[in-house]
C-alpha cells in the first residue's frame, strides 16, 4: 500500500482548521521546508515539527502528524532540530 503523505498531512489540517485555512497553512509550511511536496514519513514528522512551532491550535495539529509520521516509520532520532 502507498502512502499519499501530502494527503495525509493536508487532510488532518483542512479537518481542524477548514479548506481554506488549512490550504494555506499546509502551503506556507511546505515553502519554510523548502520543499514542493512530502515524499516520505521523515518528510511528515519535519512537517509537524514546523507546525509545532506555530500557534497552539495549529502546534497540536503537528503533534498528531508527528505520531503518525513515526507509526508509520519516521525515525524521529535522525531528525536534526536546527533545520526547524
Not at 14 to 20: E, F, W
Not at 35 to 58: E, G, H, M
Request: glycine fraction near 6%; charged fraction near 25%; avoid cysteine.
Amino acid at each position: 500500500m502507498t502512502t499519499d503523505w501530502d494527503e495525509m498531512a493536508r487532510a488532518k489540517l483542512v479537518r481542524v482548521l477548514g479548506a481554506t485555512e488549512g490550504e494555506i497553512v499546509f502551503a506556507r509550511t511546505l515553502a519554510k521546508m523548502g520543499k514542493r511536496q512530502l515524499r516520505a514519513a521523515d518528510d511528515v514528522y519535519r512537517f509537524a515539527q514546523v507546525l509545532k512551532s506555530d500557534s497552539p491550535v495549529i502546534a497540536a495539529i503537528g503533534s498528531m502528524l508527528a505520531l503518525s509520521a513515526v507509526i508509520r516509520g519516521a525515525d524521529p532520532a535522525s531528525f536534526d532540530r536546527t533545520t526547524v
